[in-house]
């Protein structure tokens, strides 16, 4: 037998063996309730949900590839792919997500010492551990580099002062990987990665009201906060790197198309939402033929981008992770889930100016305030300008010219 074909037989087993234990393991109750996972709504409490997190933290398969002395699945990217395919059949979705599964753990796993990696990637795994993000501030915002949030060397431990804004998640966040200046004579090369424990006295959050009438992003204040000097990740004033890095595995995230903005609040395929709001015609089509043309153009220009993502995903096996691609995809993403988001809300026509009230079903409701929100999502992670910057140098080559 070949070595293609031994592998296939042994994907095979493995796909009966996650079909059964899904069958058996996932709570029919939560299908197509993927939103539950949004920062917005804080720790889920639902007790299907929380027998579902237990499952799959204790299994590992919250985090697939992830190595299995970590508490990972240890599962090759071929059996992740396999996993993924039959979590789509039956409608399942991970419940182990946020910020530690998306951003810092990748980067926790390439850069982190073995303490730290010991110490904290266990309870990303599991979902107990949540994580927020200390990068941008006031006066730093699309020049990350220009951060002041001071960290100071007092000996046996570092103090750190200063404050971070649109720090999504910080009312509920455990712990916080951040950005801080421990020198002040350099502008890059003067910044360290420093994980912060969130119950640490001195730490403010206050939650940031937004349009779309959530809480997501908050103000962040540190006041004389003391950080044991193992908390430092990487070199001393070499968290600019990590900082980037960690940024790549962001973006590949907001432009998975998973989630949030990409679904606009709404579960079901688009075509199918018009055709209960607007009505088809004697072929079971949509009724309105310019919508009609819209939404098949919207559903290819979508289905596109998930292929590329698969792609993407196959061709960065013999990879490190993610590149510089990842700026495409987030921005391609990100123009994709504000389509989608807008026309939801014009398909559903009055009933998609909903806010509250008994007039309006709870996809209504959800829909309208995911159109709001949606609206951050070429602003953050980077905005679309920067990611075009990114584009033009890293990918194109392009150089400026004075």
């Known amino acids: 037998m070949s070595a293609a074909a031994a592998m296939s037989d042994d994907l095979d087993v493995f796909r009966a063996e996650v079909r059964d234990w899904l069958q058996k393991t996932f709570p029919p109750s939560l299908k197509g309730r993927a939103s539950m996972m949004l920062p917005d709504a804080g720790r889920p409490t639902d007790p299907d949900f929380l027998r579902w997190k237990k499952a799959m933290g204790e299994k ?28 789509n059949k039956i409608g399942a979705w991970s419940p182990i997500g946020g910020m530690g ?113 959530n809480s997501p992003f908050c103000e962040t204040f540190f006041t004389d ?6 908390n430092l990740m990487g070199p001393l004033n070499g968290g600019w790197t990590i ?10 995230g907001l432009g998975s198309g998973t989630g949030g903005p990409m679904r606009g609040g709404e579960s079901r395929s688009l075509d199918q939402v018009a055709k209960e709001y607007v009505g088809t015609d004697d072929k079971g089509r949509i009724a309105d033929t310019d919508l009609r043309a819209r939404v098949a153009s919207h559903m290819m220009d979508m289905r596109a981008f998930m292929l590329t993502i698969q792609r993407a995903m196959g061709e960065a096996k013999g990879n490190q992770g993610p590149s510089a691609t990842t700026s495409i995809m987030k921005n391609a993403g990100s123009r994709i889930g504000q389509e989608r988001s807008e026309l939801l809300v014009e398909i559903m026509g009055h009933q998609g100016l909903g806010w509250e009230g008994e007039g309006f079903t709870k996809d209504e409701i959800n829909t309208v305030r995911a159109w709001l929100g949606g609206k951050a999502t070429t602003i953050y992670g980077g905005s679309a300008e920067i990611q ?6 890293r990918i194109l080559g392009l150089l400026d010219h004075q």
């Open 225 to 230: 906060v003391k950080v044991p000097k193992e």
């Open 101 to 213: 599964v998306m951003m810092f753990g990748p980067t926790l796993l390439e850069y982190g010492n073995e303490e730290q990696k010991s110490r904290h990637v266990p309870g990303i795994v599991t979902g107990e551990v949540w994580w927020c993000q200390g990068y941008s501030e006031p006066g730093a915002g699309s020049d990350l580099a220009s951060l002041r949030t001071q960290c100071v060397d007092k000996g046996d431990h570092y103090l750190v002062n200063g404050q971070k804004i649109w720090t999504s998640g910080a009312q509920y966040a455990d712990w916080c990987f951040c950005l801080v200046r421990t020198d002040n004579t350099k502008k890059h090369e003067g910044i360290s990665f420093l994980l912060i424990d969130m119950k640490s006295p001195g730490i403010e959050v206050r939650p940031i009201k937004l349009i779309s009438g």
């Open 60 to 87: 590992g398969w919250g985090t697939p590839t992830w190595p299995k002395q970590y508490g990972g699945g240890g599962l090759s990217r071929e059996q992740a792919r396999v996993l993924a395919q039959e979590m």
């Open 243 to 252: 900082g980037k890095r960690l940024l790549q595995f962001e973006r590949q």
């Open 388 to 393: 075009n910057n990114i584009i033009a140098k």
